[in-house]
């Protein structure tokens, strides 16, 4: 602590510096780890309100006919599950990841900017507060389809749409600034020695996903600003009517919400590539080819927006291109769960919680990749396309995907957050409930889509009614495995047994090297980067 | 040691449910896989799908085969101990040239199905289909595009089966009071557009599915080898009622179809003849109840009550028991920016004037006028 220079007597208590007391600690907070946290249980809060309207959309298609929700509500709440777990829960979880992580991993002292974190996070709350405030307005809240289609969402939309424009603008300030202040910590704050080359995957995976942050939030920002242009200042940019053209939308919606869906996965390829090493207790397989792996698959992203347009009518070479340029994004991901297959190949392998979360991940993800091949197939396509094949693609990548890989994350680290281990018991049995629930919500959801159920719908044919039934068991099942990790962490927090530094005996990294749980402040000097605690 | 070994059985037990799930998943059982169909566009669809799954389970089998070997075989419980090899140049060129083959091997036919989807043209018949929140509607085209006749196809399945107050017939959800009819073995074109929001045409057993865009008009084509009924859904979000809006396409022997379509001309003409009538208060009535049921009754609701403030309400309201020329006026052109669609294109004279007749009579509205086709023919001219 002697390095820091006392320039004012004021300052004296700078020794001593640990939290503050009580509301004012979390409000005020530009301490990484602390706003970690509040991310993280942010994230967690939306989880489990986007899971509610999950809940309510399974109820209604427990059975045929309409049951319990009007069609306008039921679709208020597919368009609000939609958006509440893209922004709400998936993005702030992993944001809240990287705030913890990234500093301990390149031997930072704290995030770059600690001001705006704060802000970044706080901007959060209310965002999601506009937003659900919309669901008691009259007229209801949105109910467009989280990919919100002009003119559905312009001309035909509810008077609450402002406010969830407004919303978006919100998070989508708060994730550039978020994307900002991952950038200059990892350009500028890595310790002596801890080169490009040497960072974690996970450090990597998080500066390309914020620079994809970075080129596509603004253009989210800028689409929903033509909305509202068009619905309060009589422009028609989506309105046929007046010159505009409704597949414009979807192209600028898709120019941003495809990298989006990188977004989501790339940090989970980097949580995944800490998590499979230490349990196989072997290095990472193939580490270059892996961030070469990552950043292809970024640039790809921007090049094939269209490939979820294939039936609004494109002309044939840019069917082609599309196609093409879709397909082979199979190749760098292929190279990433050979990788990880690779890397457990004759290692010692333990399947602690994170390692079976970690390995349902490498399954079930790439069941998710196999179904996007698939939908890559243009003219297979038009038999896939906005039915319940894809809501179970999606679902496949996302679910065991990314809440898979955060759930990972948290049993990883957790013990070096908080100082605690998590009781492995329960921590297996919320894995395999949840392994079952995710596996029987989402695979029967293939067969209703291609015998051709279609995605939001509030009621179905007689055909589709075993499919569905199994779904809405396996969807309550998952539900409730997720209130069961929530007893678990807390369990682990109250009354875990006390962890060791290291945690686990194959963990590499610098985080390990510091105490359990971290302190308030670490690496307030830099540490020393040897080959051991570079990327394993 | 021994949780270790309940694990080795619980892994097993994994896989063999997976092996079991992806079984399943290949049976081509009707209501697992996606249908065949009657087309020759929809068998190489058909074709292309099988083929990428086999591939991707193919591929699976091989990748889950490894991963899994290394989970029973390679675990510390087994005494393995851990390698420390992170890197083979030759593997990893081959695993990154391998699938870029399959993949280029996968385009080829992708490419040669998707350029035969493309050639819309040699066409024998046109029909536009025209997206309604949330109805389709059919105008059969002659030669020069004109319209020659056309109908709104509109979900047949009664209210009480939604809400379960009776028995779910066969094709719940999936009726149409009018089926589109085409003729077997023909090249019929589609011309697709939509009036409002965007909507989506599908009828799987042709392999063809098209936006229906407000402003754009879309292409699309098929030729249909098997008389029968096909059905399918909107499958663009569009709003309240997109889960009830099936589209239901008849294919028909030609003699059949011709036979049709001459009835339909004469009905069109027959109907042209009656915006020239004069009606009773009663036929107003009852044709305007039944118009009313088919158009209106899915946002302002069958006792006129409608779902505030969405749907106004219809009882005493100032449309309703106001002028006239004015309640005709907004049925005519709709209300731009709202539900209300302009059904000036859906309807005849004499239907509107049956529709507005009848909402300024039924739930004790009770204006003190007659419409007759005439006046909405007046109202039409004079705006």
Known sequence: ??????????????????????????????????????????????????????????????????????????????????????????????????????????????????????LSFWILPFAFGIMISTLFMEGGGPNFGWTFYAPLSTTYAPDSVTYFIFAVHLMGASSIMGSINVIATI??????????????????????????????????????????FDIHFGTSFFNAAGGGDPVMFQHIFWFFGHPEVYIMILPAFGVVSQIIPTFARKPLFGYDSMVYAVASIAFLSFIVWAHHMFTVGMPLAGQLFFMYATMLIAVPTGVKVFNWISTMWRGSMTFETPMLFAIAFVILFTIGGFSGLMLAITPADYQYHDTYFVVAHFHYVLVPGAI????????????????????????????????????????????????????RIPDYALQFA????????????????????????????????????????????????????????????PPKVSDAEAHS | MRVNKLNAAGWRRAALGALLMAAAGLASADELNMPVGVTEISRSVYDLHMIILWVCVVIGIVVFGAMFWSIIHHRRSQGHEAAQFHENTRLEIAWTIVPTIILIAMAVPATSTLIKMYDTGGEDMTVEVRGYQWKWQYKYLDEDYQSTFGFMSTL????????????????????????????????????????????????????????????????????????????????????????????????????????????????????????????????????????????????????????????????????????????????????????????????????????????????????????????????????
């Open chain 1, 466 to 525: 075993d499919f569905n039934m199994l779904s809405s068991i396996g969807a309550f099942i998952f539900g409730f495995s997720q209130v069961f990790f929530m007893f678990v962490v807390i369990h682990a927090i109250t009354r875990g047994k006390k962890a060791t530094d290291r945690v686990w005996d194959g963990a590499h990294g610098l985080e390990w090297t510091l105490p359990s749980p971290a302190p308030y402040h670490s690496f307030t000097h």
């Open chain 2, 156 to 383: 047949a399945t009664p209210q009480d089966e939604f809400y379960n107050r009776s028995a779910k017939g066969e094709h719940y959800l999936l009726e149409v009071d009018e089926p589109l009819r085409i003729p077997i073995n023909k090249k019929v074109r589609f011309l697709l557009t939509s009036e409002d929001v965007i909507h989506a045409w599908w009828v799987p057993d042709f392999g063809i599915k098209r936006d229906a865009v407000p402003g754009i008009l879309n292409e699309l084509w098929t030729i249909v080898e098997e008389p029968g009924v096909y059905r399918g859904q909107c499958t663009e979000l569009c709003g309240k009622d997109h889960g009830f809006m099936p589209v239901v396409v008849q294919a028909m022997e030609q003699e059949d179809f011709d036979a049709w379509y001459a009835t339909k001309l004469k009905e069109e003409q027959e109907r042209k003849a009656l915006e020239s009538m004069v009606f009773t208060t009663d036929e107003l009535m009852a044709r305007g109840e039944e118009v009313y049921t088919k158009n209106c009754v899915s946002c302002h609701q069958a006792n006129g009550q409608g779902v505030p403030p969405v749907f106004p309400s219809l009882v005493g309201s100032p449309v309703a028991t106001g002028d006239r020329d004015a309640h005709i006026r907004m049925v005519l052109n709709g209300v731009p920016g709202t539900s209300m669609q302009a059904f000036g294109a859906q309807l005849s004279k004499a239907e509107i004037a049956a529709v507005v007749h009848y909402e300024r009579h039924a739930w004790g509205n009770n204006a003190e006028d007659i419409t007759q086709p005439v006046d909405v023919a007046n109202v039409e001219a004079g705006q």
């Open chain 1, 1 to 118: 602590m002697s390095e820091v220079v006392e320039t004012h007597a004021g300052h004296d208590d700078h020794d001593h510096h640990g939290p503050d007391k009580g509301l004012a600690r979390w409000l005020f907070t530009t301490n990484h780890k602390d706003i970690g946290t509040l991310y993280l249980w942010f994230s967690f809060a939306m989880f489990l309100i986007g899971g509610m309207m999950a809940l309510v959309i399974r109820a209604e298609l427990f059975e045929p006919g309409l049951q319990f929700v009007a069609p306008e509500f039921f679709n208020q709440m597919t368009t609000n599950h939609g958006l509440i777990m893209v922004f709400g829960a998936v993005m702030p979880a992993f944001v809240g990841l990287a705030n913890w992580l990234i500093p301990m991993m390149v031997g930072a002292p704290d995030m770059a900017l600690p001001r705006m974190n704060n």
């Open chain 1, 187 to 228: 350009l500028n704050m890595r310790a002596p020695g801890m080169t490009l080359m040497k960072m974690p995957l996970f450090v990597w995976t998080w500066l390309i996903t914020a620079y994809l942050l970075l080129a596509v939030m603004p253009v989210l920002a800028g689409v929903v600003t033509m909305m509202l």
């Open chain 1, 404 to 455: 898979f890989s955060i759930i990972a994350a948290v049993y990883y680290w957790l013990p070096k957050w908080c100082g605690r281990m998590y009781d492995e018991t329960l921590g297996k049995i919320h894995f395999w409930l949840s392994f079952i629930g995710v596996n029987v919500t989402f695979f029967p959801q293939h067969f209703s889509g291609l015998a051709g159920m279609p995605r």
